[in-house]
Structure formats: C-alpha cells, structure tokens
C-alpha cells in the first residue's frame, strides 16, 4: 500500500485512540476529534471527496445521501455490527461496497443482557436509589422489605438464537432458568442439548408460557414491532422484557401501556425507538421502579471497540488490496 496513494477515509465519530492511530499510520484518515455527530450537510461532502466513508449506527446513510457520492467512493466500512442505517440495496446500484463489524459484540451485549434479567426482578436500582437519594441512610434489614423474584427456576424465551442469543441462552442456564427459544429456523440438535433448550416455532405460544423475554434479534423490515400491542398481551402479568437488540423490534407505545397498567411486571431496555430521545413516560415509569433504562451501552467495552475498529482497517486494506473484505454485506441478506 505505501507505494500508493493512501485512499481518503472519513471516520464520522471518535474512536479509540489506538484505532485513531492505525488508520492515520495506513491510510489519508480525517478523524472525528470532539466526537460531533455530523451534519447531514458535512456527511454529502464528506461523500463527494472521501475515497471511504466509515459511519456508526449513528448515521444515517439512504438512498438520497449515496445518490450524493462522488465516482471515487468505493467503500462504505461501517463501525457497526448491525447495518440498518445503511441503504445497502442503493449502494450497490451505485457500486459502493458495503461492510460491517461482526461477531466481536457477542459476549458483551450478552453479559449486558443478563444484567438487566438480574437487575430488573432483582430491583438493583431501586435499592441503589435507595442510599443514594438518602445519602447513605437507611432504616436497615426488614423480610419484607425490597422483595423481588427469584430467577432460578423461571423460563427464559429468547427472541433470535444468534450468537448473542445463544451467548444469553448460556448464561441464563447457568443462573437456573430454563431456556426457551423463537428463531427464524433451530439452532442445531447439539447446541440444543447442551442448553437443554426449548425451541418454539410459534412466537406467540412461547410468550405466552415465559416468565422473561430477551430480545436478540436483528432489525429489520420483519422485526420492526415484532413485540406488537397483541403479543405483548400474551405475557403474564409476572413476566419481564428485556431488550438489547434495537429499539423498534418492540412496539414502545404499547409497552409503556402494558407497564402502566399492570400486564407486564417490569424491562429492561438498552436501546429504544427514537434515540438517542427516550419517551418521557419510559423515564416516568424508571423513577417508579418499574423499568431499569440504559443508554445503549451494551457493546461498550474498550475491547469491542478496538477489536470493531481492527475489522474495519482489515476491510479497508484488504478492499484496496483489490481482494473481497472479509465483512462484505450483501444486498437482500438483512
């Protein structure tokens, strides 16, 4: 590569200082330095230059901004796991390769995952509340005072066996529950057995029969809302949600709904609809105790990062290496 014009690469937030560092060693890299989401404005002509654009999960990049693109945008070497801001059909009508980060979030979302199955039945946070908005006081130890659910024993449906879920399956085991699962086709006879695991072609007949919901599927077109008004119905009133896959998968309006009323016990959510806003009546129903709320940091280790920012210089080089990227997203395999 050094005996070739470095390709022009615009990274659209901050990243790690030691991933900041390679793409300057390999390639002509303008970085993102305070970390500001850029305009739309900044990204069309950050496009028209830029030989490689390398956006988050932050960005949204359709059909009108690739239209955008100048001839000499060839790549598109998204920080991300997931590639539902990215027009990839429009890409590739326009010959821009896409690719992604995957298989390097799996352990993190996933122990993410089985916190928030811990803190919500558990109510870490209301008792964390407690001594902090106390300053420490406390009227001491009562049997009847901050009681939860125990986990062991309870079933565990898992929405998406993928790694991540899997990953989740693996943990949950251990703590005792009893797994369940809905994916699009079985996991295989051995990693079931392992898990000693339940698979349910129906969704709807697994909710209704789980005393907790994990959510770990992708997002896309036939998962926006798949947690609908009706199948958030067939939860028992004891039962909890947690979601750290993407917001949309449920319907948030009807989830707020069945907490205020009473059908559902309690969430845990990571990601949500609209972000980075969060309805108000979410943030209502947290300071009651009825949802514990993260701001999407179930991936957010320095590790994943780094190891996310290494795939993306790997599909840099390789792709000017005049070789396939090892993490090429194909149009129609959302």
Known sequence: MSSRKKPLVFITRKLPDAVETRMRELFDAELNIDDTPPSREALIDAMKRADVLVPTVTDRIDEALIAEAGPQLKLI??????????????????????????????????????????????????????????????????????????????????????????????????????????????????????????????????????????VNCPSTPATYHLLSARRLALLQPTSIIVNTARGGIIDETALIKALREGRIAGAGLDVFENEPAVNPKLVRLANEGKVVLLPHMSSATLESRIDMGEKVVINIRTFFDGHRPPDRVLPGRL
């Open 77 to 214: 070497a998204s920080f991300s796991n997931g590639i539902d801001h990215i027009d990839v059909e429009a890409a590739a009508r326009r010959g821009i390769t896409v690719t992604n980060t995957p298989n390097v979030l799996t352990e993190d979302t996933a122990d993410m995952a089985m916190a928030l199955i811990l803190a919500v039945p558990r109510r870490l946070v209301e008792g964390a509340r407690v001594l902090t908005d106390r300053k420490g006081e406390w009227a001491g130890w009562s049997p009847t005072w901050m009681l939860g659910r125990r986990l062991s024993g309870k079933r565990i449906g898992i929405v998406g066996m993928g790694r991540i879920g899997t990953a989740v399956a693996r943990r949950a085991k251990a703590f005792g529950l009893s797994i369940h699962y809905h994916n699009r086709k079985r996991v295989s006879r051995e990693t079931e057995a392992n898990l000693e695991a339940t698979y349910w072609d129906s969704l709807d007949q697994m909710l209704a029969r789980v005393d907790i919901v994990s």
